[in-house]
C-alpha cells in the first residue's frame, strides 16, 4: 500500500533523528521492515485497514501506540488527516515532547489516515469554481464528501480504535491544507473531539461562500459554551492562492478568521502566524506549537528548589479546563522526578511538594518516590 512504501522511504531517517533520545515510541506488533542496506528498521506502527459503510470503500489507516504502551492505562488519541504525509513529522513532535523526565505532553495514540480521493473526502462543500470564478479541474466535480468522511471518522473509525486500544475520553483532530480544512468543517459542526488543530487550512476552497458559512457560524465567543473544544489555526506566510496566483488571500483569510475567533475566546483558540514559512514549511512547527499549547501546564515546573505544588495544581486545572478533560501528571512521573530530584538536591527535602501532588491525584495509592538514577 502507499502509506506502507512511504513509512519505507522516510523509517531511516527518523531512525538518525530519534537515536539520540529515549525512543518513547515505537510499535512492537507489525513486521520489522528493511533499510536500504537490508539491516532491519524500527518498527513505527501497524497499517491496517477498515471497510466503510459510509464511504463505500476500504480505507486504510496507521496505528502508532507508545513504546511502553501498557492496556492497563488509557491514553489520548490524536487523529491526524494526510497520515500518509504528515505522520513522520508528526512522531517526532510527539517523540520530542513526551521524551525525558519533565514530559511536556503526556503519551498518546496517534492514527494517521491514508487518503485515496482528497478532492472528494477532504472538501466540506460541492463547487466547480476556482476563487476567481473559472472552472477548476475534472477532480472539482467530486468535490462535497468531507461530511460523509467525519461520519467516518465518528461512527466507524473511532469505535474501531476504542475497541482494539485502551483509549481514554481526550481526542485531538489535526489536518494540514485540505485536511485543516475539513478540521475546521468538524469543529463548526462541533464534532466530538477535545482539540482542533487547523494547519494552514485551504478557506480558499468555494469561496466566498463557504468562508461566509464558517463566519456566521463562529461568531466571536460562539466557542465559550465548551460544546466545541479548543482550537489552534497555524497560517504560514504563503503569498500564493490557488486561481488567483500570486494573491494574499490565503493567508489573509486564514489570519482574519483566527484573530476573530481568538478575540472571542483567547483561553481556548490560538491564531498563530509563522513569518519566513510556506504552506509545506509551517507543517513542522505549527505541530510542535500546537501540541506544546494545547497541553500547557502538563510539564511540571521546577523552582531552584523542586516544584512549586500550587503551581503545578492550577496548571492542571486550567489545562483540565482547556481540552474539556480531566488531565493530571502520571504517578509513575511524580514518583521518579521525587526520586530523581531527592539524589540532585540532597539539601533540599522533597518530600512536602511530592506528598502534596501525590495526594492530590492519587489519594488512594501509596506515596512514595520510585526509581534510582545513576550519577
Excluded at 473511532?158 to 485536511?179: C, E, M, N, V, W
Excluded at 457560524?217 to 486561481?243: E, M, Q, V
Amino acid at each position: 500500500m502507499r502509506f506502507n512504501r512511504i513509512l519505507r522511504q522516510g523509517c531511516s531517517a527518523l531512525l538518525l533523528c530519534l537515536a539520540s533520545t529515549t525512543g518513547a515510541y515505537a510499535e512492537p506488533e507489525t513486521t520489522p521492515m528493511a533499510n536500504p542496506d537490508g539491516t532491519l528498521a524500527a518498527t513505527l506502527g501497524i497499517e491496517r485497514t477498515i471497510h466503510s459503510q459510509r464511504l463505500d470503500q476500504e480505507q486504510s489507516y496507521s496505528v502508532f501506540l507508545p513504546k511502553h504502551y501498557d492496556p492497563a492505562k488509557a491514553y489520548p488519541v490524536l487523529y491526524l488527516f494526510d497520515g500518509q504525509e504528515h505522520y513522520l513529522k508528526t512522531l517526532g513532535v510527539i517523540e520530542g515532547l513526551t521524551d525525558g523526565i519533565w514530559p511536556s505532553m503526556p503519551d498518546l495514540i496517534l492514527v494517521g489516515l491514508d487518503n485515496r480521493d482528497r478532492m472528494r473526502n477532504y472538501t466540506p462543500t460541492h463547487t466547480l469554481l476556482l476563487p476567481n470564478g473559472e472552472k477548476g479541474a475534472p477532480a472539482y466535480a467530486r468535490t462535497g464528501g468531507g461530511t460523509a468522511f467525519l461520519d467516518f471518522i465518528d461512527k466507524e473509525l473511532k469505535p474501531r480504535i476504542q475497541k482494539d486500544y485502551s483509549t481514554s475520553d481526550l481526542s485531538i483532530l489535526a489536518g494540514h491544507s485540505f485536511g485543516g480544512l475539513m478540521t475546521l468543517e468538524a469543529y463548526r459542526e462541533k464534532r466530538d473531539f477535545n482539540a482542533f488543530v487547523a494547519i494552514d487550512p485551504s478557506l480558499w476552497f468555494d469561496y466566498p461562500d463557504y468562508y461566509r458559512q464558517l463566519e456566521a457560524d463562529l461568531a466571536p465567543g460562539d466557542n465559550a459554551d465548551t460544546k466545541r473544544g479548543a482550537l489552534f489555526i497555524a497560517a504560514s506566510d504563503n503569498p500564493f492562492t490557488p486561481g488567483l496566483g500570486m494573491s494574499s488571500l490565503h493567508r489573509d483569510l486564514i489570519q482574519a478568521l483566527g484573530e476573530s475567533l481568538s478575540a472571542g475566546d483567547a483561553d481556548r483558540v490560538l491564531s498563530t502566524f509563522y513569518p519566513a514559512t510556506d504552506h509545506s514549511s509551517v507543517v513542522l512547527p505549527a505541530l510542535e506549537q500546537s501540541l506544546a499549547w494545547l497541553f500547557s501546564g502538563y510539564r511540571i515546573g521546577l523552582t531552584a528548589n523542586g516544584p512549586n505544588s500550587p503551581e503545578v495544581i492550577d496548571g492542571y486545572r486550567v489545562l483540565s479546563h482547556r481540552l474539556g478533560a480531566e488531565i493530571k501528571p502520571e504517578r509513575a512521573d511524580l514518583q521518579f522526578q521525587w526520586a530523581y530530584l531527592s539524589q540532585r538536591l540532597p539539601a533540599s527535602d522533597q518530600t512536602p511538594l511530592f506528598k502534596e501532588l501525590l495526594e492530590q491525584y492519587y489519594p488512594d495509592q501509596p506515596i512514595e518516590p520510585r526509581g534510582k538514577m545513576a550519577h
